[in-house]
């Protein structure tokens, strides 16, 4: 039988979201019903507030979280009522171009759960990146689930379910830092501060952290940065410079995603080097560079989706390495919330005063 909770709906554009009753129906073939114990709020989430993502309201909100499966639909073998799952938005689908060429992690046809979720008048919910887990309950598909050691506190495993991957696997993935490589990572927000420490976890000797606000650079310091810039009064591309010998770093990660600070990467990066973009940048941005210093300057200009992750293969690696001690990503949940604090939650990462508020359930 179809279920009633209480979730965040964002009603149209700009408008504050809203608690709102919410119907879970049951889980068709391929489907599972998650109760959600955790949520973090992501920038993501006020995009799709502010229509910035598509005209689809209302939605209901909410994509980085952890909970444990309480139903599943006919045919679901990988997951089971009972599992701790972190939530994810890359369920590959194994048999697009990218699937079938071995590099799932690019999967081009992802899935989310075929029923739709709506408010009690039958009106029906978009949910955000086909999660929508501010709320007591969601469907999704069960791809969607993956399975973690439930010794991980939720309000932790979940972060993994959207920025702090995408930050992680800045580094890791697609950025392949490696033992002994100098990074540079602009912009040290929740995402930045994840490839900080990505970077740190993979070896790198020098890790150069950047950004406006000195709050954000002394949390990168705790995670592992050896080195800060205060973009507000440096110049990015000569410190960088000089903190690497005069050439610049081997992998420079944009985290903010501007043109200007994607320039800043471009030239604070060593011949050869890499340059990942992994900030999302708005579609009247235009980049202009001469295109003999692309040319002569060599290495790979890449962007990163999600940190090109594996869902199954990066999420219980990363919760065993964060229970070994091994990754902090306890430094990420600067404060536990409840459903009703989401705007105000919003309010605290416009001003910079959060890397994640999470809601708990
Ligand atoms: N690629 C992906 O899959 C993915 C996933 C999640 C988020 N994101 C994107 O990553 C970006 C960062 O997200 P976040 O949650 O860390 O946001 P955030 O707002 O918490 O952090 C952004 C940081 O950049 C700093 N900053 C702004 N302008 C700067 C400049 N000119 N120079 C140096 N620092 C500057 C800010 O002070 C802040 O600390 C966003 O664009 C977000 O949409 C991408
Ligand atoms: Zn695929
Ligand atoms: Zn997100």
Known sequence: MAQRVRGVVAPGKGQPVRIETVVVPDPGPGEAVVRVQACGVCHTDLHYREGGINDEFPFLLGHEAAGTVESVGDGVTEVAPGDFVVLNWRAVCGQCRACLRGRPWYCFDTHNAQQKMTLEDGTELSPALGIGAFADKTLVAAGQCTKVDPAAKAEVAGLLGCGVMAGLGAALNTGGVGRGDSVAVIGCGGVGAAAVLGARLAGAATI?????????????????????????????????RELTGGFGADVVIDAVGRPETYEQAFYARDLAGTVVLVGVPTPEMKLELPLLDV???????????????????????????????????????????????????????????????????
């Open 208 to 240: 150069i952290a950047v950004d406006l606000d000195e709050r954000k650079l002394t949390t990168a310091s705790a995670l592992g940065a050896t080195h800060v810039v205060d973009a507000a009064d440096r110049d990015v591309v000569t410190t960088v």
């Open 295 to 361: 040319f002569g300057r060599g290495g790979s200009l890449k962007s990163s989706w999600y940190g090109d992750c594996l869902p199954s293969r990066d999420f219980p690696m990363l919760i065993d390495l964060y229970l070994q001690g091994r990754l902090d990503l306890d430094a990420f949940v600067s404060e536990t919330i409840g459903l009703d604090d989401v705007e105000a939650a919003f309010d605290k990462m416009n001003h910079g005063d959060v890397l994640r508020s999470v809601v708990v359930l």
